[in-house]
């Protein structure tokens, strides 16, 4: 397995993984899925904020982070988003991604990377505290996704 940013030949890859997340799984509240060309944008808009792990040629899972909240006094805060194909869980796959993906961060100047994970997953926040990250909040009933509602656990880790 190899860590390398993401190209723009690979949004078609990174929304196969992520829409069958946000088809199926608890990690986001996000029921639109994403297009290819949405991918390819945000591929083009973050650089070193986008990575992907692949494997024998295919994407098997990809890290990106973007700015916490809008305005200047954000600017060193990032929100990042991970996710893998199913293959690759338990694999060591998520751990290189953040490993790159906090050091590209470093680089960039952010000071802290923040984890918004909904409540219901559970090895997303497990995953969370063992790459080092600290719950700092949970906000119960803010999100709502197949029929129910759902808490956001918020991580955080100081770079």
């Given at each position: 397995?190899?860590?390398?940013?993401?190209?723009?030949?690979?949004?078609?890859?990174?929304?196969?993984?992520?829409?069958?997340?946000?088809?199926?799984?608890?990690?986001?509240?996000?029921?639109?899925?994403?297009?290819?060309?949405?991918?390819?944008?945000?591929?083009?808009?973050?650089?070193?904020?986008?990575?992907?792990?692949?494997?024998?040629?295919?994407?098997?899972?990809?890290?990106?982070?973007?700015?916490?909240?809008?305005?200047?006094?954000?600017?060193?805060?990032?929100?990042?988003?991970?996710?893998?194909?199913?293959?690759?869980?338990?694999?060591?796959?998520?751990?290189?991604?953040?490993?790159?993906?906090?050091?590209?961060?470093?680089?960039?100047?952010?000071?802290?990377?923040?984890?918004?994970?909904?409540?219901?997953?559970?090895?997303?926040?497990a995953f969370h505290t063992?790459?080092?990250?600290?719950?700092?909040?949970?906000?119960?009933?803010?999100?709502?996704?197949?029929?129910?509602?759902?808490?956001?656990?918020?991580?955080?880790?100081?770079?």
């Amino acid at each position: 397995m190899r860590i390398r940013a993401a190209e723009q030949g690979d949004a078609a890859a990174i929304a196969a993984i992520w829409n069958r997340e946000i088809r199926d799984g608890v990690s986001t509240f996000n029921t639109a899925e994403k297009t290819r060309i949405e991918i390819a944008e945000l591929i083009a808009a973050r650089g070193a904020g986008f990575i992907v792990a692949y494997m024998h040629g295919a994407v098997i899972g990809f890290a990106t982070y973007f700015q916490f909240r809008g305005g200047p006094g954000y600017a060193h805060t990032m929100e990042h988003s991970i996710h893998l194909a199913e293959a690759a869980r338990g694999q060591g796959t998520g751990r290189a991604l953040m490993a790159v993906l906090e050091q590209n961060a470093r680089a960039a100047g952010v000071h802290s990377l923040i984890a918004g994970i909904g409540g219901e997953n559970l090895s997303g926040v497990a995953f969370h505290t063992r790459v080092g990250f600290a719950p700092v909040a949970r906000l119960p009933e803010v999100g709502r996704k197949f029929g129910r509602w759902m808490d956001l656990v918020l991580m955080q880790k100081f770079l």
